[in-house]
């Protein structure tokens, strides 16, 4: 099945093959592609619609001498292939072995260990910078698409690129796609090149001092091979624009390019996934059913996102239902939360959703748009949890501690499904404080709430003595589970409190556990380098109270299993009380 695909350890064996074997190892590598992501998921539609192109480029180019950097890099997959990882595809056994992104520790084709969006273009254009102060005379490319023009970085790199006098090229691959839609003035200038065949007057790439060619049949691969090798060794910044079919060559995902953009396993006759999704409520339907009431009820509501609808399972026809209440951004989380700020200033009532991994993109305008000026914003994150996403380029984890320390900002940490739907309905409505809510990272629980959360204060679940165990947000649970443990092992019960507020500390409360406890546990779904526990470690400092922080290390953790990370950290619960029992 894969007889030519198995011959290729390098980019010079893509070289010796004629057109006829290209277009045969096109057909062997989506066959790859399908083996991998039918078994365990990744980027489908971004690789279906990048392989004759990336065929093309490793043909007309000589990699790793001339450089490949490749955006978001979810779609360098047939890169991967072609640069000697064909067995990560083929094989089984060796999946583990690639990440679903590149990365300069598998080869010496990739550059960088990137996974967020917009970065190819200045991080080549370093590339770039450096090679010609060293006097050498390689190819820089940067491959873009997939929406991530739109993000800042990106156009603030082609404006740069606009003043290079030395070999660029910039490779925009144009699917009519972001994740979702594409939005924006950027993609009409797209599409006036794309219906002109690259002639249109309205062309932005022109606009900032940048050459230009166009390619329609970017997945061909003897078109593709042409236009490269018109460009390459050029001695200026040139922007080419392909066209091509996200997800081509799979009918269920050319149809719908949103839900293919990223797959979990599936049946490749059926096209539907071969693994559980679990309970068909869970906080993301919450979510979407709270957006979709709450904007039928009150027309000051908005949703504010940066490209990213899929953060809480908003599909097409809710999104067409919200109509103007509903305001996608681009790849630009900046612009989402400055936007924001905008509105609640005016009287608006806005709702931001994203994953936490991309919200720290925006850390400035949420310091200076959103904080500094007291906007009563909200933004509910997705994906915080340490068994949320588990690639090193997309941790949630390192949300707590980023965002708990900015002043005037609410950090909640929902525990359970009704914690969850009152803090959200309640800090959409108030108008004294920008907040951050963290979405659970498991699965629904019930329990009785308060629905008011003006004073900002901890609430004891469970009073108890001598142990007290503040679980925050989606620890909870494991607090619940190291209670009962705790008076199983030692026979008395301890105190119980949910924390609910990530960014402030309860004084009144802790003052008052030193009457009839002698030891502190924190637990949290963060690093604990400038987390929730370190801020009760430092209440206590100078105090006799014995604190023990339970959370993750600052780590650049990378596919990890979560269960056995926890086990790692000495965070399960037996271990928890092997250790008390050396503390009390």
Not at 36 to 60: C, D, Q, S, W
Not at 138 to 158: F, R, T
Not at 322 to 343: F, H, M, P, R, W
Not at 552 to 575: I, N
Request: hydrophobic share 40%; net charge negative; proline share 4%.
């Amino acid at each position: 099945m894969y007889e030519l695909l198995q011959t290729i350890s390098g980019p010079e064996d893509v070289k010796k093959l004629s057109i006829d074997q290209l277009h045969t190892l096109s057909t062997e590598m989506r066959e790859a592609l399908f083996n991998r992501l039918t078994k365990i998921g990744g980027h489908f539609g971004p690789n279906f619609g990048m392989v004759e192109a990336e065929i093309a480029m490793h043909y007309v180019f000589d990699s790793p001498k001339d450089k490949f950097v490749f955006d978001v890099s979810h779609q360098a997959y047939p890169h991967k292939m072609l640069t000697g990882r064909w067995q990560g595809y083929v094989d089984d056994a060796h999946f583990v072995e690639d990440s679903g992104y590149t990365n300069p520790n598998e080869s010496e084709h990739d550059f960088f260990n990137v996974g967020h969006t917009s970065t190819s273009i200045t991080l080549a254009l370093g590339l770039a910078k450096a090679r010609d102060l060293k006097g050498t005379e390689e190819n820089i490319v940067a491959v873009i698409g997939d929406g991530s023009l739109s993000g800042g970085q990106a156009m603030a790199g082609l404006n740069v690129a606009g003043e290079m006098h030395s070999n660029f090229i910039i490779l925009v691959n144009d699917n009519e796609m972001a994740i979702a839609e594409t939005h924006g003035g950027l993609y009409k200038s797209l599409q006036d090149l794309r219906i002109s065949k690259g002639t249109s007057p309205n062309n932005i790439f022109k606009t900032l001092g940048l050459d230009y060619i166009y390619e329609e049949n970017g997945n061909d691969v003897e078109s593709m091979i042409a236009v490269l090798t018109k460009v390459k060794d050029i001695d200026h910044p040139i922007v080419v624009h392909i066209h091509t079919q996200k997800g081509k060559g799979y009918a269920f995902a050319e149809q719908n390019k949103e839900a293919w953009h990223w797959c979990m396993p599936f049946d490749r006759k059926t096209g539907l996934p071969t693994v559980d999704f679990g309970p068909e409520e869970n906080y993301l339907t919450l979510t979407q059913n709270y957006i979709l009431d709450k904007a039928k009820m009150d027309p000051e509501f908005i949703v504010i996102t940066p490209a990213m609808p899929g953060a809480i399972g908003l599909q097409p026809e809710q999104r067409a239902q919200l109509k103007d209440q509903y305001l996608d951004t681009g790849i630009s989380e900046e612009a989402a939360v400055s936007i924001a700020s905008g509105v609640a200033r005016n009287g608006g009532k806005p709702l931001v959703i994203t994953n936490m991994t991309f919200l720290q993109r925006a850390y400035d305008q949420i310091s200076q748009d959103i904080c500094i000026n007291n906007s009563p914003v909200t933004m509910v994150m997705n994906f915080s949890s340490f068994d949320g996403l588990t690639d090193v380029t997309h941790l949630g984890i390192f949300g707590l501690s980023t965002f708990i320390n900015i002043p005037n900002l609410v950090v909640l940490a929902p525990t359970c499904q009704e914690e969850y739907q009152t803090m959200l309905d309640w800090s959409v409505n108030q108008t004294e404080h920008p907040i951050l809510i963290l979405i659970p990272g498991n699965g629904l629980t019930h329990r009785a709430v308060d629905t008011n959360y003006v004073d900002l204060k901890y609430r004891i679940e469970q009073q108890g003595e001598k142990i007290a165990i503040l679980a925050l947000g989606d620890f909870y649970q494991k607090g619940q589970e190291l209670a009962q443990a705790i008076e199983n092992e030692f026979g008395f019960q301890p105190t119980l409190i949910n924390p609910r507020i990530a960014s402030s500390v309860d004084e009144d409360l802790l003052e008052n556990l030193q009457i009839n406890h002698e030891l502190i546990i924190t637990l949290e779904d963060g690093v604990l380098d400038g987390g929730f526990g370190e801020k009760i470690s430092r209440f206590y400092g100078a105090k006799p109270m014995k604190v023990k922080n339970y959370g993750l290390q600052k780590v650049f953790y990378d596919r990890y299993d979560p269960a056995k990370l926890l086990e790692e950290l000495g965070m399960t619960t037996p271990q928890i009380i092997e250790e008390i029992k050396q503390m009390i």
